[in-house]
């Protein structure tokens, strides 16, 4: 065989296992699972990050007042040096009776699946877990009747525009309606938050800051005939029986932030 012979030959193999390795690199990418962050994009991570948000808004119990945070979208952080991509935050707030925090995180991560590898803390202080679709969760104690949760996606590829990432729901109407009945003069800052329930459809807090309240947090408490979680200086909470919370955080002077949760 001459040198010229085997060179070909060398080359058609080289070029037929090339395409072999091609071939499957095109299945495995239709067909395989995602093996790292990367290779998701931020809109998958968005859904898991709103599903887990919701399963984590459902575990409060009656003694304790849930608040959803509006998703934050950060663009700009690096995939690669040469990627940019965008990060999902999700928190929500728990406001629980005196001094129950610690024994709240202690449910909250008892009553996530197993697939989460929930750890928490020997202290009882924090939590963390993972989420799936490579989410991470996190959780701590913020103070003796506060527990924060928090969710990221980490930095993901944006295949879409970011606006159109969140679902829109209409501004619910109690926030304002709370704070006029209090004495405020004006409402404003209105948001609106929202999660997906593990048994579907939205769990959503509504939010607004009435500005020069006449009257206390209780009053707003006694029109509702609601039950009483937490009365301290820096929030007020308390349940509309089942289905819906209210929690009151003054923010200075007669201002005060009125959340209100419909829950799962």
Same mark, same amino acid.
């Given at each position: 065989?001459?040198?010229?012979?085997?060179?070909?030959?060398?080359?058609?193999?080289?070029?037929?296992?090339?395409?072999?390795? *091609?071939?499957? $690199?095109?299945?495995?990418?239709?067909?395989?699972?995602?093996?790292?962050?990367?290779?998701?994009?931020?809109?998958?991570?968005?859904?898991?990050?709103?599903?887990?948000? *919701?399963?984590?808004?459902?575990? $409060?119990? =009656?003694?304790?007042? %849930?608040?959803?945070? =509006?998703?934050?979208?950060?663009?700009?952080?690096?995939?690669?040096?040469?990627?940019?991509?965008?990060?999902?935050?999700?928190?929500?707030?728990?406001?629980?009776?005196?001094? #129950?925090?610690?024994?709240?995180?202690?449910?909250? *991560?008892?009553? @996530?699946?197993?697939?989460?590898?929930?750890?928490?803390?020997?202290?009882?202080?924090?939590?963390?877990?993972?989420?799936?679709?490579?989410?991470?969760?996190?959780?701590?104690?913020?103070?003796?009747?506060?527990?924060?949760?928090?969710?990221?996606?980490?930095?993901?590829?944006?295949?879409?525009?970011?606006? +159109?990432?969140?679902?829109? @729901?209409?501004?619910?109407?109690? =926030?304002?309606?709370?704070?006029?009945?209090?004495?405020?003069?004006?409402?404003?800052?209105?948001?609106?938050?929202?999660?997906?329930? %593990?048994?579907?459809?939205?769990?959503?807090?509504?939010?607004?800051?009435? +500005?020069?309240?006449?009257?206390?947090?209780?009053? !707003?408490?006694? +029109?509702? #005939? *609601?039950?009483?979680?937490?009365?301290?200086?820096?929030? @007020?909470? @308390?349940?509309?029986?089942?289905?819906?919370?209210? !929690?009151?955080? %003054?923010?200075?002077? +007669?201002?005060?932030?009125?959340?209100?949760?419909?829950?799962?």
């Amino acid at each position: 065989m001459t040198a010229t012979r085997r060179r070909l030959l060398v080359f058609g193999g080289l070029l037929a296992w090339a395409l072999v390795l *091609g071939g499957l $690199a095109v299945v495995s990418h239709r067909t395989d699972p995602p093996t790292v962050r990367e290779q998701r994009d931020l809109a998958a991570g968005v859904g898991a990050l709103d599903r887990a948000l *919701g399963l984590t808004v459902g575990q $409060a119990g =009656p003694r304790t007042v %849930p608040v959803i945070m =509006p998703v934050t979208i950060n663009e700009g952080c690096r995939i690669t040096p040469m990627r940019s991509g965008a990060t999902a935050t999700g928190v929500v707030r728990f406001f629980t009776a005196a001094g #129950g925090a610690e024994d709240f995180l202690t449910v909250l *991560g008892a009553g @996530y699946p197993a697939s989460y590898l929930v750890e928490v803390s020997t202290d009882r202080k924090a939590l963390r877990a993972d989420a799936g679709e490579f989410v991470a969760l996190r959780g701590k104690v913020i103070s003796p009747e506060e527990v924060q949760v928090t969710l990221t996606t980490g930095c993901r590829p944006v295949n879409t525009a970011v606006a +159109h990432l969140l679902p829109e @729901y209409p501004q619910e109407a109690g =926030p304002r309606d709370l704070l006029t009945a209090l004495g405020a003069s004006v409402v404003d800052d209105e948001s609106i938050s929202f999660a997906q329930c %593990p048994a579907g459809g939205p769990t959503v807090t509504a939010s607004a800051v009435g +500005h020069g309240l006449t009257a206390g947090p209780a009053a !707003a408490r006694a +029109h509702d #005939g *609601g039950d009483l979680v937490l009365d301290t200086t820096k929030a @007020y909470a @308390y349940r509309r029986g089942p289905s819906e919370a209210v !929690a009151l955080l %003054p923010t200075g002077g +007669h201002d005060t932030r009125a959340y209100v949760t419909k829950l799962c």
